[in-house]
């Protein structure tokens, strides 16, 4: 019955009476730990969480302001101060709030538009602007956010864009070489910031660029057709011009050919005069000499033009011709 008893008991009471049993031997008793006095120390734990908490809120309402940036100050929603120069500085905890604006300038890529030309032709235009904020007050006033002030001037964009090609033909636009459009994007720019301006947004467009110009599928074939034309016309302008330039050089050089030719002749002919004047004096003063050989010489040469083979002659028997031909020279 005892073996069953003990054998019913746990391992740990069996290891509470041996440890009672030691403690009994030796007679010491534990020491216990006497409870946490947390009210020496509610003071201290305080001081430390106020500071905790004073030092998060002060970090968390100083802001910085760069080089590139406008900082608007709000409080409960309405502006009451703008910073414009770099620093740091300190908002109001829990009233108030800061936002940046940009300073630096920006790239704006308009929508996508369609317009109608002078003549009536459709065209699709693309463009992009470069622009800063001037006066965030303003802007924040007229425009309320930076959204805002991007979508007005893209209105004023479409509005003078579309003004200004709409006073163009089609093809002044489409073609680059016979275009009135030089200084579009001048006027364009001008005229965006006259509007702006007038209505005090607060912002100033330095650029406005077409960046593509697209025609409608229906468009594109007729307009292809019409540029090859174009450039035939152009290839057969510079080929007359070639051929016209052509004729006139080669006029130029069978003028300046004849001109040499006939200055040539000229000058032949009085050389040749000239030989001929000398060889006279010449023959005149060897044939004075004897004139019966110079009788002779000439009958003889006479004889090379009037004599042939089927030359018939008929002379008196008493002719000196005759004579020379019979052989009697006295």
Not at 214 to 240: C, F, G, H, W
Request: hydrophobic fraction near 35%; charged fraction near 30%; aromatic fraction near 8%.
């Amino acid at each position: 019955m005892d073996q069953n008893n003990q054998n019913n008991q746990s391992p740990f009471q069996s290891l509470e009476q041996r440890f009672n049993a030691q403690f009994k031997k030796t007679n010491k008793v534990p020491k216990t730990r006497e409870p946490l006095n947390l009210k020496k120390h509610v003071k201290t734990i305080i001081a430390f969480t106020i500071i905790f908490a004073a030092l998060i809120i002060l970090l968390a309402n100083v802001y910085v302001v760069k080089e590139n940036e406008y900082r608007v100050v709000r409080q409960f929603g309405e502006v009451v101060e703008i910073r414009f120069e770099p620093g740091i500085f300190m908002k109001i905890p829990f009233v108030q709030s800061v936002s940046t604006l940009p300073k630096y300038q920006m790239t704006y890529n308009v929508s996508e538009a369609e317009i109608n030309t002078k003549d009536k032709k459709r065209i699709i235009i693309d463009n992009y602007a470069v622009w800063r904020i001037t006066n965030p007050i303003d802007m924040i006033t007229n425009a309320g956010t930076q959204i805002g002030a991007e979508t007005r001037m893209e209105e004023f964009i479409y509005s003078v864009v579309r003004t200004e090609l709409g006073q163009l033909e089609y093809d002044e636009i489409i073609n680059d070489e016979n275009t009135s459009r030089g200084s579009l994007n001048d006027r364009v720019t001008a005229r965006v910031n006259e509007l702006l301006k007038a209505d005090n947004y607060g912002i100033e467009v330095i650029d406005v660029r077409m960046k593509r110009t697209d025609l409608p599928p229906e468009n594109e074939q007729s307009v292809y057709t019409r540029m090859i034309s174009e450039r035939q016309s152009i290839a057969q302008k510079y080929l007359s011009e070639g051929d016209a330039d052509k004729r006139t050089i080669e006029a130029s050089t069978d003028r300046k050919v004849q001109e040499m030719v006939a200055i040539a002749q000229k000058e032949a002919s009085i050389i040749m005069a000239d030989g001929e004047s000398e060889a006279a004096k010449i023959y005149n003063k060897s044939f004075s000499k004897d004139p019966e050989f110079y009788a002779l010489y000439r009958t003889l040469e006479s004889y090379k033009k009037t004599i042939g083979e089927d030359t018939m002659i008929i002379l008196p028997s008493d002719s000196p011709y005759a004579k020379i031909l019979s052989g009697y020279l006295e």
